[in-house]
């Protein structure tokens, strides 16, 4: 077994952290300065951190990967999710400096000389890792109630078994003889073919009076085109030598999986099997080790935090004459009482607070104080961070000096420190029950004093509104008090409002990098974003917070996401790969899914009720909402008076309040005709909007390649996929999958060895349906347009606002206006 993986991850975790402690003092020192002015040197700064973010968490996100030491791993996942956050700030900053949500770094990729792969937002795989198994038994309950409810057939309902039927002993005789009986007469009809086909040769042969070939010249027949094939094929095989050497064609070896990479695979899942052991072996651990610091060292911190706190008492009643108040548990005890703090600073504390006098100078004090306030706490919190990354890094360099841990198993050291203190904090409550009465005993023998019973409040009278409210709370809430999450799921899923996912990666979203995005804005033309961009917005927003508790803590919150687009462009496979690289819930409340389900509006707000219930309760979840359009039409269309498609558009505002920063639920829209819609209240609940365009020449290029293979078919030089490419323009995804199907059926499958695939073949497919026309494109543009604009008056109330307040600072004239005093005034 080598030991070069081990130093190799390793040596990536160290160089990670050490770029991540210099990129943090970069920052605070920028924050330091003045501020910027200039957008552009902004957006410049913004984005080279950008950049250096996502390099550190792609090393950091391989390194947890195959990391097998698990408390390595507790180390890296802290600093993975927080560098996760950090990346998904700065994009938050970089689309309020642009109005923008595509953003391009093509300068910055050619002065850091990196290539446009470095910057792509990997998806950590412990999302679907460290849960595997919840997701395997989720989809077996799912498809169980499917199958129950008729949904789908037994053959299809994976992962169950397939239903055998049995047969009766004489039909199955019957059958085989049929099928032997057929075969006869297959070959009996294919024999006497032949013999017809001979003697009708003969026939003619005799009415035309030819005479038979002469065997010599027969097989010098043979000879000339066997030796004429022989040769063609010959000189094929040294043009494509002679164009290999040339570097024009790949050479044939690099179609065909490298042995070194099967091997690489093979140990990446060699490791990840160790991962698990040793993580099973680490949790039992800390079970074991935490019960015997309990049974060994209990007893003296026990008396040492007695003997604390007593002391505590004798110095408090000798400094202010009187035993002090023991805290309450909400406060924190007696943990509240030594934490940084001597027994002299805490009575010095007690005096402060008693003197009257103090309060009202605090309350005196204006503005500047509070400002400098605002100032420290900064200031205290990237000291805080600093110290941090300075003790993670000892704590890095303590765990890399570990020769003797050749397996890589868990620091029984490491686990007594982190348990000695889970421990003095249980006996501390314990001590605290304790102390609270000796100090009762202590009041009573010395000071005798008397502690006073308050008064129990009165009760108040409840108004009959109350009254009509509790009570439609208590309605709502009784789904959750006399049923189950499993109940709620199984009518769900019958109701077809929750439904199954496809197993859909976001990798398979084939598209190209825009290479010249910034080149373009710079000549003040803004780019179509590229179906890459778009696949980076759906990681950033979607895959990374719905994946991590800890990451959508952290981010910008991100409550509901629009994808508007043509038809074909992939909205729909988004959702899905959404769902499927977080093991996300889909839960399906499009316009034509919930038509006629739970009528009215009560029966409208138990289903939301139940709807994100189940979704909070197995989070992460998400909510779509297909044709989004049609929940704020102005004026519904008749066709669409049944469907009823404006349920949702009061209740929709409601939700999203209610969605809190623990919830991992996001409602995601989609939309092929958003300028439909009422764009204000659809702007409200959308502020997430992320244009889907069809996708451009090197996207188109990419994409031909990907569905032929995808779909069985071989390459060759008569396929010229640059024509394909270049005739395209104007189709989008959905149009070439199809035109691929439709020609690689089964039988021309089956023919690509004697007839190679052409681009006309193609052609002919793609022809017969509808491009997306230039005009239909500029209407998403324009949606995205007022969506920016809103968005530009919002910065420029908030400009004006600083504007005004630095030049009444130098006037010494207080700030009265506020924002919502400004607004009716510009």
Same mark, same amino acid.
């Given at each position: 077994?080598?030991?070069?993986?081990?130093?190799?991850?390793?040596?990536?975790?160290?160089?990670?952290?050490?770029?991540?402690?210099?990129?943090?003092?970069?920052?605070?020192?920028?924050?330091?300065?003045?501020?910027?002015?200039?957008?552009?040197?902004?957006?410049?700064?913004?984005?080279?951190?950008?950049?250096?973010?996502?390099?550190?968490?792609?090393?950091?996100?391989?390194?947890?990967?195959?990391?097998?030491?698990?408390?390595?791993?507790?180390?890296?996942?802290?600093?993975?999710?927080?560098?996760?956050?950090?990346?998904?700030?700065?994009?938050?900053?970089?689309?309020?400096?642009?109005?923008?949500?595509?953003?391009?770094?093509?300068?910055?990729?050619?002065?850091?000389?990196?290539?446009?792969?470095?910057?792509?937002?990997?998806?950590?795989?412990?999302?679907?890792?460290?849960?595997?198994?919840?997701?395997?038994?989720?989809?077996?309950?799912?498809?169980?109630?499917?199958?129950?409810?008729?949904?789908?057939?037994?053959?299809?309902?994976?992962?169950?078994?397939?239903?055998?039927?049995?047969?009766?002993?004489?039909?199955?005789?019957?059958?085989?003889?049929?099928?032997?009986?057929?075969?006869?007469?297959?070959?009996?009809?294919?024999?006497?073919?032949?013999?017809?086909?001979?003697?009708?040769?003969?026939?003619?042969?005799?009415?035309?009076?030819?005479?038979?070939?002469?065997?010599?010249?027969?097989?010098?027949?043979?000879?000339?085109?066997?030796?004429?094939?022989?040769?063609?094929?010959?000189?094929?095989?040294?043009?494509?030598?002679?164009?290999?050497?040339?570097?024009?064609?790949?050479?044939?070896?690099?179609?065909?999986?490298?042995?070194?990479?099967?091997?690489?695979?093979?140990?990446?899942?060699?490791?990840?099997?160790?991962?698990?052991?040793?993580?099973?072996?680490?949790?039992?651990?800390?079970?074991?080790?935490?019960?015997?610091?309990?049974?060994?060292?209990?007893?003296?911190?026990?008396?040492?935090?007695?003997?604390?706190?007593?002391?505590?008492?004798?110095?408090?009643?000798?400094?202010?004459?009187?035993?002090?108040?023991?805290?309450?548990?909400?406060?924190?005890?007696?943990?509240?009482?030594?934490?940084?703090?001597?027994? @002299?600073?805490?009575?010095?504390?007690?005096?402060?607070?008693? *003197?009257? /006098?103090? %309060?009202?100078? !605090?309350? =005196? +004090? $204006? #503005?500047?104080?509070?400002?400098?306030?605002?100032?420290?706490?900064?200031?205290?919190?990237?000291?805080?961070?600093?110290?941090?990354?300075?003790?993670?890094?000892?704590?890095?360099?303590?765990?890399?000096?570990?020769?003797?841990?050749?397996?890589?198993?868990?620091?029984?050291?490491?686990?007594?420190?982190?348990?000695?203190?889970?421990?003095?904090?249980?006996?501390?409550?314990?001590?605290?029950?304790?102390?609270?009465? @000796?100090?009762?005993?202590?009041?009573?023998?010395?000071?005798? *004093?008397? /502690?006073? %019973?308050?008064? !129990?409040? =009165? +009760? $108040? #009278?409840?108004?009959?509104?109350?009254?009509?409210?509790?009570?439609?709370?208590?309605?709502?809430?009784?789904?959750?008090?006399?049923?189950?999450?499993?109940?709620?799921?199984?009518?769900?899923?019958?109701?077809?409002?929750?439904?199954?996912?496809?197993?859909?990666?976001?990798?398979?979203?084939?598209?190209?990098?825009?290479?010249?995005?910034?080149?373009?804005?710079?000549?003040?033309?803004?780019?179509?974003?590229?179906?890459?961009?778009?696949?980076?917005?759906?990681?950033?927003?979607?895959?990374?917070?719905?994946?991590?508790?800890?990451?959508?803590?952290?981010?910008?919150?991100?409550?509901?996401?629009?994808?508007?687009?043509?038809?074909?462009?992939?909205?729909?496979?988004?959702?899905?790969?959404?769902?499927?690289?977080?093991?996300?819930?889909?839960?399906?409340?499009?316009?034509?899914?919930?038509?006629?389900?739970?009528?009215?509006?009560?029966?409208?707000?138990?289903?939301?009720?139940?709807?994100?219930?189940?979704?909070?309760?197995?989070?992460?979840?998400?909510?779509?909402?297909?044709?989004?359009?049609?929940?704020?039409?102005?004026?519904?269309?008749?066709?669409?008076?049944?469907?009823?498609?404006?349920?949702?558009?009061?209740?929709?505002?409601?939700?999203?309040?209610?969605?809190?920063?623990?919830?991992?639920?996001?409602?995601?829209?989609?939309?092929?005709?958003?300028?439909?819609?009422?764009?204000?209240?659809?702007?409200?609940?959308?502020?997430?909007?992320?244009?889907?365009?069809?996708?451009?020449?090197?996207?188109?290029?990419?994409?031909?390649?990907?569905?032929?293979?995808?779909?069985?078919?071989?390459?060759?030089?008569?396929?010229?996929?640059?024509?394909?490419?270049?005739?395209?323009?104007?189709?989008?995804?959905?149009?070439?999958?199809?035109?691929?199907?439709?020609?690689?059926?089964?039988?021309?499958?089956?023919?690509?060895?004697?007839?190679?695939?052409?681009?006309?073949?193609?052609?002919?497919?793609?022809?017969?349906?509808?491009?997306?026309?230039?005009?239909?494109?500029?209407?998403?543009?324009?949606?995205?347009?007022?969506?920016?604009?809103?968005?530009?008056?919002?910065?420029?109330?908030?400009?004006?606002?600083?504007?005004?307040?630095?030049?009444?600072?130098?006037?010494?004239?207080?700030?009265?206006?506020?924002?919502?005093?400004?607004?009716?005034?510009?």
């Amino acid at each position: 077994v080598s030991n070069a993986p081990l130093i190799t991850y390793n040596k990536m975790w160290a160089e990670a952290q050490e770029s991540l402690n210099c990129l943090l003092q970069k920052e605070i020192e920028e924050k330091s300065h003045k501020p910027l002015k200039d957008r552009q040197v902004v957006f410049q700064m913004l984005g080279t951190f950008y950049v250096k973010y996502v390099q550190i968490f792609r090393n950091l996100e391989a390194a947890y990967d195959q990391i097998v030491h698990p408390q390595k791993r507790l180390i890296i996942r802290q600093m993975l999710d927080g560098v996760m956050g950090r990346i998904l700030e700065l994009k938050n900053e970089m689309v309020e400096l642009e109005l923008s949500e595509y953003h391009y770094f093509d300068d910055i990729l050619q002065d850091l000389k990196l290539a446009p792969e470095n910057i792509e937002i990997p998806i950590p795989r412990y999302f679907i890792k460290e849960k595997i198994k919840v997701l395997k038994e989720r989809e077996k309950i799912l498809a169980q109630i499917m199958l129950d409810a008729g949904m789908i057939s037994p053959d299809t309902s994976y992962p169950l078994k397939k239903v055998v039927k049995l047969m009766p002993l004489e039909e199955a005789i019957r059958t085989i003889q049929i099928a032997e009986r057929a075969r006869q007469g297959r070959l009996r009809a294919t024999f006497m073919k032949q013999i017809y086909l001979e003697e009708k040769r003969e026939r003619l042969a005799r009415l035309t009076g030819e005479k038979a070939l002469d065997i010599d010249g027969a097989v010098l027949f043979i000879q000339k085109l066997w030796r004429g094939y022989a040769q063609w094929k010959k000189s094929l095989k040294l043009r494509e030598e002679e164009m290999v050497f040339l570097g024009m064609i790949p050479p044939p070896h690099f179609q065909k999986p490298s042995i070194s990479i099967l091997r690489a695979q093979k140990v990446d899942n060699i490791r990840c099997e160790l991962q698990e052991k040793h993580e099973l072996d680490f949790q039992k651990a800390l079970v074991s080790i935490k019960e015997r610091v309990k049974e060994i060292e209990g007893p003296d911190i026990k008396e040492s935090l007695q003997d604390q706190i007593r002391q505590w008492f004798i110095e408090c009643r000798h400094m202010t004459g009187r035993f002090p108040d023991y805290p309450d548990e909400e406060q924190g005890g007696s943990a509240v009482l030594f934490a940084e703090k001597t027994p @002299e600073e805490v009575a010095a504390e007690i005096i402060a607070k008693e *003197e009257e /006098e103090l %309060k009202k100078k !605090k309350k =005196k +004090k $204006g #503005k500047k104080e509070k400002k400098e306030k605002g100032k420290k706490k900064k200031q205290g919190k990237e000291k805080k961070m600093l110290m941090h990354n300075s003790f993670q890094i000892l704590l890095i360099q303590l765990m890399l000096d570990e020769g003797w841990n050749f397996s890589q198993e868990y620091d029984p050291e490491l686990i007594k420190e982190e348990k000695r203190k889970e421990v003095e904090e249980e006996i501390r409550i314990q001590v605290d029950e304790l102390m609270r009465q @000796e100090l009762k005993n202590l009041k009573l023998a010395v000071d005798r *004093e008397i /502690e006073r %019973k308050g008064q !129990k409040g =009165k +009760k $108040g #009278k409840v108004s009959r509104h109350d009254l009509h409210f509790y009570l439609q709370i208590w309605v709502l809430n009784y789904v959750s008090l006399y049923r189950t999450i499993d109940s709620l799921y199984q009518e769900l899923v019958e109701a077809q409002i929750l439904i199954r996912a496809k197993k859909v990666k976001l990798g398979d979203y084939v598209g190209e990098y825009s290479y010249l995005g910034s080149t373009l804005r710079q000549k003040d033309i803004e780019p179509m974003p590229s179906l890459t961009d778009v696949r980076q917005l759906i990681a950033l927003y979607g895959i990374l917070p719905l994946g991590s508790q800890a990451v959508h803590e952290k981010a910008p919150l991100v409550k509901a996401l629009l994808l508007a687009g043509p038809e074909g462009v992939g909205k729909k496979m988004l959702i899905h790969a959404l769902c499927t690289e977080t093991g996300a819930n889909l839960f399906n409340l499009s316009a034509a899914n919930i038509a006629g389900k739970y009528p009215g509006k009560a029966g409208l707000q138990m289903m939301l009720h139940i709807v994100f219930k189940v979704a909070k309760q197995l989070q992460p979840s998400v909510i779509w909402i297909g044709d989004a359009e049609k929940t704020f039409y102005k004026k519904v269309p008749k066709a669409e008076k049944e469907l009823e498609p404006r349920r949702l558009k009061k209740q929709l505002p409601k939700i999203l309040k209610t969605l809190k920063i623990e919830d991992r639920v996001l409602i995601v829209g989609t939309s092929k005709r958003p300028f439909d819609a009422d764009l204000k209240p659809f702007c409200r609940v959308y502020k997430k909007i992320i244009l889907v365009p069809r996708p451009d020449y090197a996207s188109r290029f990419v994409l031909w390649k990907h569905v032929i293979e995808q779909n069985g078919g071989v390459f060759s030089k008569n396929l010229n996929i640059s024509c394909l490419a270049q005739v395209s323009d104007g189709y989008t995804q959905g149009h070439i999958v199809k035109a691929v199907q439709s020609v690689l059926t089964e039988r021309r499958l089956m023919q690509l060895n004697k007839k190679p695939l052409t681009a006309a073949e193609f052609l002919v497919c793609l022809a017969r349906q509808d491009p997306v026309y230039k005009e239909e494109e500029e209407t998403y543009k324009v949606v995205l347009a007022w969506a920016k604009s809103v968005g530009a008056r919002k910065c420029f109330v908030d400009e004006l606002v600083i504007q005004l307040s630095h030049i009444y600072k130098e006037l010494n004239i207080p700030l009265k206006m506020t924002k919502h005093a400004l607004k009716p005034a510009i």
